[in-house]
């Protein structure tokens, strides 16, 4: 890398920390929130409880991560409709950036996988993987919340 690009990454370093403390504090809230809604048929976020992997992530994990993933009620259809709805969160196949993006793995990340294999994995159309970001926590619950409404 060149002195500039490796100046630029130092920096960046020097406060992922505090980025990724709260995108993690972001992603367990938005887990808590839409768990009982009546348009989610699961939620998967390692520090909740209901995690079918709750205990090891507990003793492995001092935290839940940034990424949440969930299951829409009505398969890809609502899937979609779910993610056309969101307006501040994007659609985007690259997670794991401060801005919140939310992507439909079965057909994008996923899609040269048979049906079978997705669900050998616990995956089938009905699933959004979401990687959360620095927004305020209040204005992703109303987006998803909306979104949710919507399907």
Request: aromatic share 4%.
């Amino acid at each position: 890398a060149s002195p500039f690009n490796a100046w630029v990454v130092l920096k960046g370093l020097e406060t992922l920390k505090l980025r990724v403390d709260q995108q993690t504090k972001n992603a367990a809230r938005l887990a808590d929130v839409i768990a009982d809604h009546p348009a989610i048929a699961a939620v998967r976020y390692p520090h909740r409880e209901d995690h079918p992997h709750y205990e090891i992530h507990k003793r492995q994990m001092s935290a839940g991560g940034t990424m949440i993933a969930f299951s829409v009620k009505g398969g890809q259809e609502e899937a979609f409709k779910l993610l056309n709805s969101l307006e501040l969160v994007d659609i985007c196949n690259n997670l794991g950036d401060t801005k919140s993006l939310a992507c439909h793995p079965s057909s994008t990340t996923h899609r040269a996988l048979s049906d079978e294999e997705q669900a050998s994995m616990g995956l089938d159309r009905s699933w959004i993987r979401m990687s959360v970001g620095l927004e305020d926590s209040d204005d992703l619950v109303m987006d998803l919340t909306r979104a949710l409404n919507s399907v």
